[in-house]
């Protein structure tokens, strides 16, 4: 069994950021430290075209499989460290392809010498090693194109790697490098796929989760929670930003007719996340919205809902089918969640008959009845913050509440 030393991350798209590359890597670095904080042994340091990550003993599967998750990452390979010595990266070489090398396969040799005072360089390294490979296995053959195992050897100053796999990383740009967005997260399949398709280009989210007790209850809100912690796997910790909503669903429900309930709810909940997005720096709404699949969902109601904020807002899924949404949530893991039987504030309050073409003259008529701006700043006053950095956050919670002025 192969014992590895180190993990070698390549960036993805950090390759074509020219003079801002830098801020890139640092935030991949801050993301790597965040999502492997809880693995005291590793010590992680990035530099200009790759990052490393010493084990000194961490159990590698798990770190890859973290690791495989992490926007901006290319590709990963573990590798072994031995001095850099030529008889000693002859003996190494052997070694690991008694581990590894087996008949019928092919092989190449792929030397990078960053060391130049190295006594080989990469073209002598390349000869020499493949000489090894040769002189020990009688089978030995070599191809250049695709072969069966490409072993990659790197001369650093401090020592010799070797490593001969190539993992696939999550792609997609660092989380955080696109700035900041606030996501409405509800319980469903929809919003956490929002989120993380925002997090692959990106964006550092914010969860704000509307909550209406005694109409939900803390199974509803615990299942929100637990929805953010699966998105924390793709970038480091989340802020999750809870909203009492009972107030402005109850005065709604006693003073608007019944088709408009689900319009007027949805324009309240734009107001607040909107309110919450500007205190807290964000540049941005990100909502789980898929085009036609409920009744708020419409271009008319998206129009009459929209009409109550200037701010972007960010719809993911917006043109995919209910099956492609769910065959992503599948993959992040939330699925099986999101079908949980807790109900959230929007359906729990849902009109039997919603408008699906609300009129924008209608909703400005019902919200006169209404203390429009009283119940979204006493919505916003009461909200309660929680930071998730990972699926154990309910064991290491810290929530604190917040006013409005302590947001700013």
């Not at 030397?111 to 089978?139: C, I, K, P, W």
């Not at 039997?352 to 400005?364: R, V, Y």
């Not at 009283?374 to 913050?385: D, P, S, T, Y």
Request: hydrophobic share 40%; proline share 4%.
């Amino acid at each position: 069994m192969v014992v590895y030393d180190e993990i070698m991350v390549r960036y993805g798209e950090l390759s074509t950021k020219g003079k801002n590359r830098g801020f890139f890597i640092n935030r991949l670095a801050k993301n790597l430290h965040e999502v492997l904080s809880d693995l005291t042994e590793l010590k992680i340091t990035a530099v200009r075209d790759r990052a490393h990550i010493l084990l000194n003993g961490a159990d590698y599967q798990e770190v890859s499989r973290r690791l495989s998750k992490v926007f901006g990452i290319q590709n990963f390979s573990p590798s072994i460290k031995v001095e850099k010595s030529v008889p000693i990266l002859k003996e190494a070489v052997i070694t690991l392809f008694k581990e590894i090398y087996r008949e019928g396969m092919t092989f190449k040799i792929a030397a990078r010498r960053a060391d130049h005072q190295f006594e080989l360089d990469s073209t002598e390294l390349n000869m020499t090693l493949g000489d090894v490979v040769f002189d020990n296995f009688d089978y030995a053959k070599v191809q250049m194109k695709q072969p069966d195992i490409t072993l990659r050897v790197e001369i650093r100053p401090d020592a010799a790697y070797l490593s001969y796999e190539t993992l696939k990383g999550a792609g997609g740009m660092p989380v955080g490098t696109a700035g900041r967005g606030h996501l409405m997260l509800s319980g469903g399949i929809d919003s956490p796929v929002a989120g993380y398709l925002a997090l692959k280009r990106g964006v550092e989210i914010e969860a704000v989760h509307f909550a209406s007790p005694p109409y939900t209850s803390p199974g509803a809100l615990k299942k929100a929670k637990d929805l953010a912690a699966k998105l924390t796997a793709f970038g480091g910790s989340i802020t999750f930003i809870e909203v009492p909503f009972t107030e402005i669903q109850e005065e709604i429900k006693a003073k608007a007719p019944q088709a408009y309930l689900m319009t007027l709810t949805r324009r309240f909940m734009m107001r607040v996340v909107d309110r919450i997005r500007e205190a807290r720096g964000g540049k941005v709404i990100i909502n789980g919205e898929s085009l036609g699949q409920v009744a708020s969902q419409t271009l008319g109601s998206m129009s009459v809902i929209n009409e109550v904020t200037t701010t972007p807002v960010i719809r993911p899924v917006v043109t995919m089918d209910k099956i492609e949404i769910i065959e992503i949530a599948e993959k992040i893991d939330t699925f099986d969640l999101s079908i949980l039987p807790f109900e959230d504030c929007c359906t729990v309050f849902a009109p039997p008959a919603p408008k699906t073409n609300p009129k924008l003259e209608n909703c400005l008529k019902y919200e006169k009845r209404l203390d429009v701006e009283g119940m979204v700043e006493r919505a916003v006053n009461g909200i309660m913050l929680t930071t998730i950095s990972g699926e154990n956050w309910d064991q290491e919670e810290k929530v604190e509440e917040a006013t409005f002025a302590d947001l700013l």
